[in-house]
């Protein structure tokens, strides 16, 4: 049995566009926002969208490879 974990892909979607766009203020409030949270809870069809092209280039990109469901890395999927 393999001890390799799926990568937890919304997580890493969360981290990219957290990564890629500023926080978000909300009428000149003091507290800020991560996009990604925002995202999610404004419009979640948008974000979920967003997370399957983002699994689609990691795929490519990356090399992340879909078993039952879940996401591996392509390398880590040989001990999977």
Same mark, same amino acid.
């Given at each position: 049995? $393999?001890?390799? %974990? *799926?990568?937890?892909?919304?997580?890493?979607?969360?981290?990219?566009?957290?990564?890629?766009? *500023?926080?978000? $203020?909300?009428?000149?409030?003091?507290?800020?926002? %991560?996009?990604?949270?925002?995202? %999610?809870?404004?419009? *979640?069809?948008?974000?979920?969208?967003?997370?399957?092209?983002?699994?689609?280039?990691?795929?490519?990109?990356?090399?992340?490879?879909?078993?039952?469901?879940?996401?591996?890395?392509?390398?880590?999927?040989?001990?999977?």
């Amino acid at each position: 049995m $393999s001890n390799k %974990k *799926p990568i937890d892909v919304e997580s890493d979607y969360d981290n990219y566009l957290d990564s890629c766009y *500023p926080e978000v $203020s909300v009428a000149d409030l003091t507290n800020t926002y %991560k996009t990604s949270m925002v995202l %999610k809870q404004i419009d *979640p069809t948008a974000y979920r969208c967003g997370l399957c092209d983002y699994i689609d280039s990691q795929c490519i990109m990356r090399h992340w490879i879909e078993i039952n469901g879940k996401y591996y890395d392509y390398d880590d999927s040989k001990e999977v």
